[in-house]
T-cell receptor, first 110, second 117 residues
Framework: KQEVTQIPAALSVPEGENLVLNCSFT??????LQWFRQDPGKGLTSLLL?????REQTSGRLNASLDKSSGRSTLYIAASQPGDSATYLC?????????FGAGTRLTVKP | DAGITQSPRHKVTETGTPVTLRCHQT?????MYWYRQDPGHGLRLIHY???????DKGEVSDGYSVSRSKTEDFLLTLESATSSQTSVYFC????????????????FGAGSRLTVL
């Protein structure tokens, strides 16, 4: 059974700082790993999807990496802004469903 | 609107009453999912559907049933609501699942907050 863990559960940083969010998974037999953003009271918005054959994906200030052998993925946010404040979730995609981590709640202080 | 709409967005009910949550998608996606989100647990899959009238259980399916009579609609039913089913419920859809991962990006609805007293 796939278990997905995200550390830390919460993170607070000053504006402009570069930061890394961590995601670990127990079953390396995933087809892809996806990072989502969730704003309070809202649904999830897909940020990046890394296929199992890829090592990383980039979108603007976001860079996500995937290391299947170690069961880890990271989401790097460059030059953080207050608008980046949200909860970030990762999810590993297997045959039948996606398993989600509990998320990291990020606060970027002006 | 394109995407996924969920109804109702908020509902308060009493223990023992039946509840149906509705999900409607305009993406023409084959796969649809119901998740519940609880503090400290992330999202957990309740049921999913891989086509009209084709459904299967997820991780936390006890106490829930689903139906899919049309591609665009996926209903989640709590036959007799309990306080442990107080949660935020999210519907999602995707074009494909699993190995064909390139088209597996999930689209989520805004959620339905259910409180069972």
């Amino acid at each position: 059974k796939q278990e997905v863990t995200q550390i830390p559960a919460a993170l607070s940083v000053p504006e402009g700082e570069n930061l890394v969010l961590n995601c670990s998974f127990t079953d390396s037999a995933i087809y892809n790993l996806q990072w989502f953003r969730q704003d309070p009271g809202k649904g999830l918005t897909s940020l990046l999807l890394i296929q199992s054959s890829q090592r990383e994906q980039t979108s603007g200030r976001l860079n996500a990496s995937l290391d299947k052998s170690s069961g880890r993925s990271t989401l790097y946010i460059a030059a953080s802004q207050p608008g980046d404040s949200a909860t970030y979730l990762c999810a590993g995609n297997g045959d039948n469903d996606m398993r989600f981590g509990a998320g990291t709640r990020l606060t970027v202080k002006p | 609107d394109a995407g996924i709409t969920q109804s109702p967005r908020h509902k308060v009910t009493e223990t023992g009453t039946p509840v149906t949550l509705r999900c409607h998608q305009t993406e023409n996606h084959r796969y649809m999912y119901w998740y519940r989100q609880d503090p400290g647990h992330g999202l957990r899959l309740i049921h999913y559907s891989y086509g009209v009238k084709d459904t299967d259980k997820g991780e936390v399916s006890d106490g829930y049933s689903v139906s899919r009579s049309k591609t665009e609609d996926f209903l989640l039913t709590l036959e007799s609501a309990t306080s442990s089913q107080t949660s935020v419920y999210f519907c999602a859809s995707s074009f494909r699942q699993g190995a064909l991962s390139g088209a597996n990006v999930l689209t989520f609805g805004a959620g339905s907050r259910l409180t069972v007293l």
